[in-house]
């Protein structure tokens, strides 16, 4: 977190609603968490999608698939919302109070086209690289 008048931090929504509501050290009223909208109401928070795959060649594959059906059903999928990490069946379960509204997600979410983030990363995290002030960024 940066240290001012206020201080911010920007992170993924999940860890802030995790700091604010599963974190003893800081009281509720201490943190808030925004979804924001870029400038003239653009979009300003990016969606980051979570996956998981099975590998070729595993070495239990029927337990990898025994694992990812865990993941994928209802009990798990309420783990994910403890953690205020909103999960990929988050339409067939109450969401917590504490999330801020679905609409504010609409209103602001933009995705990356992942196919193109990974035939550029390299170029992005050289340029990254040779634009930063730290000496010895790698």
Same mark, same amino acid.
């Given at each position: 977190?940066?240290?001012?008048?206020?201080?911010?931090?920007?992170?993924?929504?999940?860890?802030?609603? %995790?700091?604010?509501?599963? %974190?003893?050290?800081?009281?509720?009223?201490?943190?808030?968490?925004?979804?924001?909208?870029?400038? %003239?109401?653009?979009?300003?928070?990016?969606?980051?999608?979570?996956?998981?795959?099975?590998?070729?060649?595993?070495? %239990?594959?029927?337990?990898?698939?025994?694992?990812?059906?865990?993941?994928?059903?209802?009990?798990?999928?309420?783990?994910?919302?403890?953690?205020?990490?909103?999960?990929?069946?988050?339409?067939?379960?109450?969401?917590?109070?504490?999330?801020?509204?679905?609409?504010?997600?609409?209103?602001?979410?933009?995705?990356?086209?992942?196919?193109?983030?990974?035939?550029?990363?390299?170029?992005?995290?050289?340029?990254?690289?040779?634009?930063?002030?730290?000496?010895?960024?790698?």
């Amino acid at each position: 977190m940066t240290s001012g008048e206020i201080s911010t931090v920007v992170e993924y929504d999940y860890t802030g609603l %995790n700091l604010k509501y599963n %974190n003893d050290e800081f009281d509720e009223d201490q943190i808030d968490v925004t979804v924001l909208t870029g400038p %003239n109401g653009e979009p300003g928070a990016m969606t980051v999608p979570y996956g998981y795959a099975l590998l070729r060649d595993a070495p %239990n594959p029927e337990a990898a698939k025994l694992f990812m059906d865990y993941v994928l059903s209802l009990d798990c999928q309420e783990l994910f919302f403890d953690a205020y990490v909103r999960p990929i069946r988050a339409d067939e379960l109450d969401q917590p109070d504490e999330f801020p509204d679905q609409s504010e997600y609409d209103d602001a979410g933009f995705t990356v086209d992942q196919e193109q983030l990974v035939a550029t990363q390299e170029s992005i995290q050289e340029e990254l690289v040779e634009r930063t002030p730290l000496q010895g960024a790698q």
